[in-house]
């Protein structure tokens, strides 16, 4: 597949790493049916560039080229309070000299606070224009074109990116992350066996999922749920994965048994902590110093080990967890992740 046709901006030097968590696969493999588990690797999407990194990082590569190719002088997106890819969004507009305004969803009533921590003190710090915090369940696409227009009045040119920056032109970050795997796979001699990816506004999963068709891969993706169940996720995933093959005019049609997600992690709600991602957020960074956040990353990890010890995975079988980032938002939750607040699952 030839990503080149595409225009695209590069803010990351080079391939982000694979780990092994040699000490975490074999703790892990104490909790599991017989004694063993799998190989657990890591593949580091949190040091992508635009710091502190993450997954829309890649989507924003192409993203952010289309909005200069338009000649947009301000980037409009949207996201939950907490939103690393506002953040990120806003980190790609500073380095390119745009203006970056947000429309915050606000999922959960009071979570958003201006002089809040974590993100809320990055998009100040690195300098949004403006925010415009809207109820949940608003029409997010309509109130960034309200933003838009409002520019475009000034004599502005807007360029809005969907929440997530998850389209076919943002998912074509992580085909090209699902190249940079095949590649690194070769050099190093080494092949994964399931690959376990958060699955949340689709992009990543759709992408990478369409990026392995494209190449005639077809190791399993299981999408971990991070703010819905299979019966809604699923026909997210799978329309996005079209939509990347579609762009790409590959002569592909996505089977829908290649989508594959597992809810039941991410309740009670979006963004709000649960027993099991306190643990695995605990047990990365004290056995891998391997730091996760928790809305995404903690919960998709929290999937993998409760998977694992219900014997979901082949035993022995090496398996990819890609970590999408969300730094930031880890110092928003210190009382629960440190277990000085409890929760409730």
């Excluded at 953040?87 to 745009?98: D, F, S």
């Excluded at 429309?103 to 224009?129: A, D």
């Excluded at 999922?209 to 299981?222: K, S």
């Amino acid at each position: 597949m030839d990503l080149s046709r595409f225009p695209r901006r590069r803010y990351t030097e080079g391939a982000t790493p694979l780990e092994p968590l040699p000490r975490f696969s074999a703790e892990l493999a104490a909790q599991c049916p017989g004694g063993r588990g799998p190989e657990v690797w890591v593949k580091r999407d949190d040091l992508l560039g635009l710091f502190p990194g993450g997954n829309k990082t890649r989507k924003l590569e192409f993203l952010v080229a289309d909005a200069l190719a338009q000649g947009a002088d301000t980037l409009v997106t949207c996201g939950a309070p907490q939103s690393n890819h506002c953040r990120i969004t806003l980190a790609a507009a500073v380095k390119e000299g745009l203006k970056c305004r947000f429309v915050i969803e606000e999922r959960v009533p009071g979570s958003y606070s201006p002089t809040g921590g974590g993100n809320h003190f990055m998009f100040r710090l690195l300098g949004v224009e403006a925010i415009t915090v809207v109820p949940a369940g608003s029409d997010m696409a309509a109130a960034m074109q309200q933003v838009a227009d409002a520019l475009a009045r000034e004599g502005r040119k807007a360029y809005v990116i969907p929440g997530g920056g998850s389209n076919a032109l943002g998912g074509l970050g992580y085909v090209a992350c699902a190249q940079e795997l095949l590649q690194q796979g070769f050099e190093r001699s080494i092949g994964f066996d399931r690959i376990v990816v958060g699955s949340g506004s689709s992009g990543t999963h759709g992408g990478l999922l369409a990026g392995f068709l494209g190449n005639r891969v077809r190791t399993p993706i299981v999408g971990i749920g991070v703010s819905r169940d299979p019966a809604e996720q699923e026909p997210l995933v799978h329309r996005e994965a079209q939509a990347v093959a579609d762009l790409l005019g590959l002569d592909l049609q996505v089977p829908r048994a290649a989508v594959k997600t597992i809810g039941g992690y991410w309740q009670p709600k979006y963004s709000l902590p649960n027993p099991m991602m306190v643990e695995a957020v605990q047990w990365l960074a004290r056995c891998e110093a391997l730091l996760l956040d928790p809305v995404y990353t903690g919960k998709t990890m929290a999937g993998l080990i409760g998977l694992a010890r219900a014997g979901f995975f082949v035993p022995g079988e090496r398996l990819l967890y890609l970590h999408t980032g969300g730094l930031p938002s880890l110092f928003a939750y210190q009382d629960v992740v440190l277990g000085d607040t409890p929760v409730d699952r």
